[in-house]
Every structure is written in structure tokens, then in C-alpha cells.
């Protein structure tokens, strides 16, 4: 029988596909002194940190079943709150405060997931045998960049609508004119996704520009801006803006499917100019466009995303989107909700 976490909002068989996958649940900043609390389809888990190895295990004591969220950390690791056992690295055991001269079991030692840091956050995965990758963001690696991983945005929505949003060019004008776009400036050029073995790509050229950069690089009225879209199945998606003079910013969409009605979004940004801007010009102009989308993503109807193309109505604007679809339902995913 397939394990489910308890009060699981997915079909079992998109939940067991899902878990093969691997997704943001905390930024690597976050996990300091206290155990943090993540949720990552319905999995109740803690991320904590021992001797400088970040753990990610079922948020549960084996002892007798309280959240270790709820308890401390010190450099050893993380600390039940009712009767002080302590987990380290790899989420054994290594202290009984009742009994410290006694070995301790196999048995109290947590449940632990794979765990990988990457673009300044934790990513995890719930399959221990998965075969796939943490997906790929361009420029991360390169020198001479700025690069911040910005705060999470918790939204109450579907990662997959949330993500499709994220690809969506067709709302620029109508929802993105208090950050960088132009209400008056609406039109969207044909443009060809393509698929490719995590999923699909799509380069966008339109004269709707982006981030205020300076002088050198920010566009004029006639500039094309060329958007190219990277779509992981099922939830990650990069964005690379190109700017004037070989300009580049990327931002990723990590969203983190918390349950099928609540998704914590996280978004590394990087970029090859302008590397002196204030960190917190940038994290705030992000939250912004985010924010911009929140009453969308969250009030759309049905919360799941219709795989059968037939159940919604299309635009042309629309051939990411429906690319999106094509693709997670290549992949073996159905409808995602259990109710
Ligand atoms: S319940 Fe955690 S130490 Fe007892
Ligand atoms: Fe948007």
C-alpha cells in the first residue's frame, strides 16, 4: 500500500508521482538557531542544523510523538522539547538526558530525507530512490553576479495555477502595471514553446520592459526584450530577461506544493549588472510582482489545473500554459486534487 501523510489533499497517485521530485522548503539563511517548520505535500517536516549539516526529517520525536519544531537547537542538534532527547546529523540520536550512560536504539533515530542545497536554498526530496535532478538555473555559478535568494511568499493556491501564472505573458499589462509593465501595451507576439527532456522552453520578444536598471542597460522605447522561459516539471520555472548590452536576470520560480490548496513560493535571483543595487530593493520589487498576482492565483476557479485542455477556454497568448499541461500530463499526473 502507498504511504500517504495523514489529511493528504492529493490522489494518492499524483502524490506518489509528486514525491519524486525535488523542492525548495527553506532558504539555507533561515536554518540558524532554532528548528523551522516546513510542509511539503502535506509532510509535516523540521529543518535543522548539526555540526554544519543541514537535516531534514519528519517533524516528530520517536519517542513520543511531538513536533521537534517545537523544541531547540544547540550545535549538536535539535532538542525535543519534553523530554530532551537530541537528533544530529543524519537525524540520529546522540543524547538521552535521562539515561546518558545507556546506548540508544536504532529505533530514535528520525526519518530523514535527502537533502541538497542549492541557489541559497534547501531542497528535499520525499522519494529516497528518485532519479531526478534539482532543476537547473541559469547564471547561478557564474562570477561577477549579484545574486539573492529572496524571502518566501506563502500563497493560498495551487502551485500548478501558480506557476502558470508565472508563464502566463498575456497578464503583463493588466496586472503588472504598478511594477514593470505598460497597461497600454497589451499586444502579445506569436512565440514557440519547444519541449525538452524536463519539460519546455520558450523564448518571448516584446517591448515590454522589465527591472529599472541603469543607463547601460535598461531598453528604449523600440528595445525587444527577449523573456526565455524554462519550465521544470512539475513546479520550478527559471525566467532569463535579457537587457540592453548583454544585460541577463534571472529568477526562478521554485513554488513548493505545501498541499494542493497552499504553496510556498521561493525565487533566487541573479544577474550580470547593476551588481552594487541594494539587496532589499531588489527582494522588495520582487515581493511586489508576486503580490501583484496574489488575488488571481488564489481566487481562480477550479484551485486545481485542469489537465484536459477542454475544460477551460484558450487564447492564443496561451501556448505556454498549454505546454505546461501537455507536459505534467506527459508525465503521468491526472488531477491532482483529492477533493
Ligand atoms: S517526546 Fe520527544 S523526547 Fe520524549
Ligand atoms: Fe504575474
Request: glycine fraction near 6%; charged fraction near 20%; aromatic fraction near 12%.
Amino acid at each position: 500500500m502507498t504511504y500517504l501523510p495523514k489529511n493528504c489533499t492529493f490522489t494518492s497517485e499524483d502524490w506518489t508521482r509528486l514525491a519524486q521530485y525535488w523542492y525548495p522548503i527553506a532558504r539555507v539563511q533561515d536554518i540558524v538557531e532554532k528548528p523551522l517548520k516546513a510542509v511539503l505535500l502535506d509532510e509535516q517536516l523540521v529543518v535543522y542544523q548539526a555540526e554544519g549539516q543541514i537535516v531534514v526529517a519528519k517533524d516528530v520525536c520517536p519517542h513520543r510523538g511531538v513536533p521537534l519544531s517545537l523544541g531547540t537547537c544547540d550545535k549538536q542538534g535539535v532538542i525535543c522539547p519534553y523530554h530532551g532527547l537530541r537528533f544530529g546529523q543524519q537525524g540520529k540520536c546522540n543524547r538521552v538526558p535521562s539515561s546518558p550512560e545507556q546506548p540508544i536504539a536504532s529505533k530514535l533515530n528520525l526519518f530523514t530525507y535527502p537533502t541538497i542545497q542549492k541557489y541559497g536554498l534547501v531542497w528535499t526530496c520525499l522519494a529516497q530512490d528518485t532519479t531526478q535532478d534539482v532543476p537547473h538555473m541559469p547564471m547561478w555559478d557564474q562570477a561577477d553576479t549579484q545574486k539573492i535568494t529572496c524571502p518566501p511568499v506563502d500563497i493560498a493556491g495551487f502551485a500548478g495555477r501558480q506557476v502558470e501564472g508565472f508563464l502566463d505573458v498575456a497578464h503583463f499589462a493588466w496586472i503588472h502595471s504598478g511594477t514593470f509593465a505598460d497597461p497600454d501595451n497589451q499586444f502579445v507576439a506569436d512565440y514557440t514553446p519547444k519541449e525538452t527532456p524536463y519539460g519546455f522552453e520558450a523564448d518571448y520578444w516584446s517591448t515590454v520592459g522589465n527591472y529599472p536598471a541603469s543607463e547601460n542597460f535598461k531598453g528604449t522605447p523600440d528595445f525587444k526584450w527577449l523573456r526565455h522561459f524554462e519550465l521544470h516539471v512539475p513546479f520550478t520555472a527559471t525566467l532569463t530577461i535579457h537587457f540592453r548590452n548583454q544585460g541577463k536576470m534571472v529568477i526562478m520560480n521554485a513554488a513548493c506544493p505545501v498541499s494542493a490548496k497552499q504553496t510556498r513560493l521561493f525565487a533566487p535571483v541573479v544577474k550580470n549588472f547593476d551588481l552594487d543595487d541594494s539587496e532589499q530593493d531588489i527582494i522588495d520589487y520582487n515581493i511586489k510582482i508576486f503580490e501583484e498576482d496574489r488575488l488571481m492565483v488564489e481566487t481562480q476557479k477550479p484551485e486545481c489545473l485542469p489537465l484536459d485542455l477542454s475544460l477551460e477556454a484558450h487564447i492564443p497568448a496561451d501556448r505556454s500554459s498549454i505546454m505546461f499541461r501537455r507536459c505534467l500530463k506527459k508525465a503521468g499526473f491526472s488531477e491532482f486534487f483529492l477533493v
